[in-house]
């Protein structure tokens, strides 16, 4: 039996549930998808990790491998590769994310660093509507993005966005009410 034909029959009795083809397929390619993995993380017990959980994949998405699309190899290839760089992706969001954070409360620790409340901030968001004062908080106090808020308090995209938009106009007309008697009080 020449050995496309016996890669096609692991790959047919795969798909039919066979562990044991599943397990042959698996030594026959884990080496060469470890290194692609491994090129793109770097950290090796990460790679093994993501090699597992591609092929945990392979074995649940064996059903839509299609031979007429390309080769059995190419298409595992592209799930480890995939995989990789959505791990990759998420590192470096949460990076960026505790980065970000720690320049915050390096700021906030600083001598001088101006207190939200020093200006009266946390006074005027508690006079506003319930609804819109949680918005405000996740957003601006919390560092929530629009879509993080959506889904933390189950409301609408849409219904953050426009209770986000009437505190801001509110808060606006406050600060501008504020301004012109400090300006008239200072003149």
Excluded at 48 to 66: G, N, P, R, Y
Excluded at 151 to 164: D, F, H, Q, S, Y
């Amino acid at each position: 039996m020449s050995q496309t034909a016996e890669v096609n029959k692991l790959i047919s009795e795969m798909q039919k549930g066979n562990e044991v083809a599943f397990a042959q397929l698996y030594d026959r390619y884990s080496p060469a998808l470890y290194g692609v993995v491994s090129k793109i993380i770097r950290e090796e017990s990460l790679a093994q990790d993501i090699l597992q959980d591609c092929f945990v994949t392979i074995w649940k998405k064996a059903q839509s491998f299609d031979a007429d699309k390309g080769s059995f190899f190419t298409w595992m290839l592209n799930i480890c590769r995939n995989k990789s760089i959505d791990v990759l992706r998420k590192q470096n969001r949460e990076s960026d994310h505790l980065n970000t954070m720690k320049e915050t409360e390096a700021l906030d620790t600083k001598e001088g660093a101006m207190n939200v409340n020093t200006i009266g901030l946390n006074d005027v968001v508690s006079k506003l509507p319930e609804e819109q004062k949680i918005i405000i908080e996740y957003l601006y106090f919390k560092g929530y993005t629009q879509k993080e808020v959506s889904e933390e308090l189950n409301i609408p995209l849409g219904t953050v966005k426009t209770r986000a938009r009437y505190a801001i106009g509110e808060l606006r007309k406050t600060f501008t009410t504020l301004l012109v008697l400090w300006i008239l009080k200072n003149i």
